[in-house]
């Protein structure tokens, strides 16, 4: 067995690495940027070499610096993790000339299936589905419509050497073939610094899922079930589960055959992942095989019990695998979220800052059997830096059956406090609730679908409104009684706290009344419906339990002068408690309205100005492209909402721009 594996990687996935090693007695060394100088996975290996600028071009995807590393600290194996070098065929073979073991597949299954026009070519001579499409390579903007228009829209257009959903858009028209090429094109150069495209025809109502295989030296390969990634955002995994909601036991049973049948025609050997297209009759096409290890690799581990970095170790320390595909079980349910460093409310754009609160749900098999898992690479204080990608932690759960699952998630979620950044917690809530996730009846268009004008939040129903605003009642009665608690003072002299009160929140103005009794606090609504409500809340918390009627709820907490935030589940509500009298004037004070940006273009994020389309006294139309903004290996072109004529050009190119700075005026 290996005395020391270094960690190709940063974030979560080299925490991950590092805690598996820990568990088998094998010494770890981090390598860091100038970015990550402070970073958790640098805190927990044992030893820890810095490798250069924060951008991952001069630092993470190095060889020669990994190489050096490797040098200086004596290691005998790497682990590279997911994204960087995982899948990078030149590395492996520069590991293997210097006598390092790569925890990884063999070097010609990398070259085979990294590149994706190869990689068709071997799975159709190998027996398994694929997807209409051109695999050659595309010189040009012209070729590529030519080429979309034969194979018929919708088409989908992918980087060669990409992944992670880098590099990747649907045409549904020349123009989007046009552009999506060019733009694929700059992110797959940026990313992968390998710019080739190609294109396929894109599957309508697809879902994706994907088979983890394994294998070790001695050509004992298995697959261990699926996992259903549907849920996508710019072709980017939000929430993954294992197994499949759709899936029978034939077509799981055809689609590991099919993937191991791939693994084999390669060589294969390691874990990796098959990813599958799968229409509404069950029908599989092959998408692609990444050779490394999954970002969604827990849920398939919740699953099955297996530790895939285990044995990642052992099969590249020679080791044969210690089980065979009968021994494979699927027990219970495992679902994953992804949680991002960007804003919701601001179609899903990269948000960076410090984490000025992290405070994860805690960890292990809970009271009620379910399990809560949570992979991370980040902790409280630190910084989410613009260099990487916007990953913050994978949130996972587990339990018996896909509804107690998706329960334990929405649960967890309520329970996991992040500040001082946006990130996408209220989304992932949302969809937790909704009716169409709960069923199962998932695509990859599922978030365009169901959110189709961006995500703003959710608006409670009439019974949930009223849970929220006997929350708030509490709170303020907690409030009031500790305002009056004042030290020298004489007792009989002291202001009585009230018991009636109006609530106003989303929407809703009630009077209510609260009564506290030695069984605890009810709230009385003006229709003479009553809630039970109760919880140890105390000023300064910013998360607590509160039992309202018969349902637990964990609801975050925010009190800024009279008015008190409530979040939970998606919903995101400001309530005012006030007095019959206050109440009525409120509604007499005149509502303050927003700025007039109509005429100004700001900056949606905090990025860098990779181009400037337009100058001053150009007119443009709507939906022109003014601007593009790349952050977090992204890149978002800035269009024109409507006809007018540039009046200023405030940014330039290579400019570093905060969230709502100016880019341009209009006339």
């Keep these: 067995m290996f005395k020391k594996i270094l960690i190709a990687n940063r974030g979560e ?39 250069g600028p924060a951008p991952s071009s001069q630092s993470y995807i190095v060889i020669d610096r990994i190489i050096d590393a490797i040098r200086k600290t004596g290691a005998d194996a790497v682990h590279p993790g997911y994204g960087f070098l995982s899948e990078n065929a030149v590395f492996a073979a520069a590991l293997e000339k210097e006598g390092v073991a790569f925890i990884g597949p063999p070097v010609k299954a990398i070259e085979a ?21 051109h695999m050659g390579l595309i010189e040009d903007a012209g070729e590529a419509v030519r080429i979309a228009s034969a194979i018929g829209y919708p088409v989908m257009i992918k980087a060669s050497a990409g992944g992670g959903g880098k590099g990747m858009r649907i045409a549904w028209n020349d123009q989007e073939a046009r552009e999506g090429f060019q733009a ?32 070790d030296r001695h050509g004992g390969t298995l697959y261990l079930g699926e996992r259903e990634c549907s849920i996508q955002r710019r072709n980017q995994k939000v929430i993954e589960e294992a197994p499949s909601p759709f899936l029978d036991a034939a077509t799981r049973r055809a689609m590991g055959e099919q993937a ?41 581990e919740l699953v099955t019990g297996i530790d895939l970095v285990e044995q990642m170790i052992r099969v590249a320390a020679g080791e044969k695998l210690s089980f065979g595909q009968d021994d494979v079980k699927l027990n219970g349910w495992a679902i994953e979220s992804r949680l991002y460093a960007e804003d919701p409310y601001r179609n899903f754009l990269p948000s960076i800052g410090r984490l000025t609160r992290y405070r994860p749900p805690v960890e292990g098999r809970q009271d009620d059997g379910t399990v809560i898992r949570n992979d ?22 587990w339990a018996p059956d896909r509804g107690k699952a998706i329960d334990a998630m929405g649960a967890a979620l309520d329970d996991f406090e992040v500040e001082g950044i946006g990130h996408n917690l209220p989304f992932l809530s949302a969809v937790m609730g909704q009716e169409r996730f709960r069923s199962g009846r998932l695509t990859t268009a599922y978030i365009a679908e169901e959110f189709p004008d961006g995500f703003a939040g959710v608006e409670p129903d009439a019974p949930s409104a009223r849970q929220l605003a006997a929350i708030a ?89 009279s008015a008190i935030r409530l979040r939970w589940r998606g919903m995101d509500v400001i309530a005012r408690v006030r007095s019959s009298r206050v109440a009525e004037l409120a509604r007499l004070m005149p509502k303050k309205l927003p700025p007039d940006t109509s005429k100004m273009l700001l900056c949606p994020m905090p990025g860098v100005i990779t181009s400037v389309a337009v100058k001053v006294g150009d007119a443009v139309e709507a939906g022109q492209t003014l601007a593009t903004v790349e952050a977090m290996k992204m890149e978002n072109a800035l269009k024109a909402e409507r006809q007018g004529v540039v009046k200023r050009v405030a940014a330039v190119v290579g400019q570093s721009l905060a969230v709502d700075e100016l880019i341009m005026e209009f006339e």
């Design 473 to 561: 009642a509490l709170i303020n009665q907690v409030l009031q009684e500790r305002a009056v608690q004042i030290s020298g003072t004489i007792g009989n002299h002291r202001r009585v706290v009230g018991r009636e009160w109006v609530v106003a929140l989303a929407g809703l103005t009630e009077a209510v009344t609260l009564e506290t009794g030695p069984d605890g606090a009810s709230v009385i609504f003006s229709d003479g419906k009553r809630l039970s409500v109760a919880s140890g809340w105390l000023p300064g918390q910013s998360h607590a339990n509160f039992h309202v009627g018969s349902e637990s709820m964990g609801v975050k907490v925010d009190l800024a002068g």
């Design 260 to 300: 191991v049948a791939l693994a084999k025609a390669v060589g294969y050997f390691s874990a990796g992942t098959v990813e599958f297209i799968v229409d509404g009759v069950r029908q599989f096409y092959f998408l692609e095989m990444n050779t490394r290890l999954q970002v969604e690799h827990p849920v398939t």
């Design 184 to 215: 694929s094109k700059n992110e797959a150069k940026s990313s992968f610094g390998d710019d080739r495209i190609f294109i396929e025809k894109f599957v309508t109502e697809p879902r994706h899922i994907e088979i983890q295989v394994l294998g």
């Design 13 to 51: 996935i080299a925490c991950r690495v590092i805690k598996t090693a820990k568990k088998m007695g094998i010494a770890t060394v981090a390598v860091y940027s100038d970015a990550d100088r402070d970073a958790l996975h640098v805190r927990m290996a044992d030893e820890a070499v810095h490798i």
């Design 376 to 397: 991370t690479g980040v902790f409280e204080g630190g910084e989410i830096c613009m260099y990487y990608d916007p990953m913050i932690a994978k949130l996972c759960t």
């Design 113 to 133: 299936m990294g590149d994706k026009i190869t990689s068709k070519k071997v799975a159709a001579e190998a027996g398994v589905n694929t997807v209409p499409g």
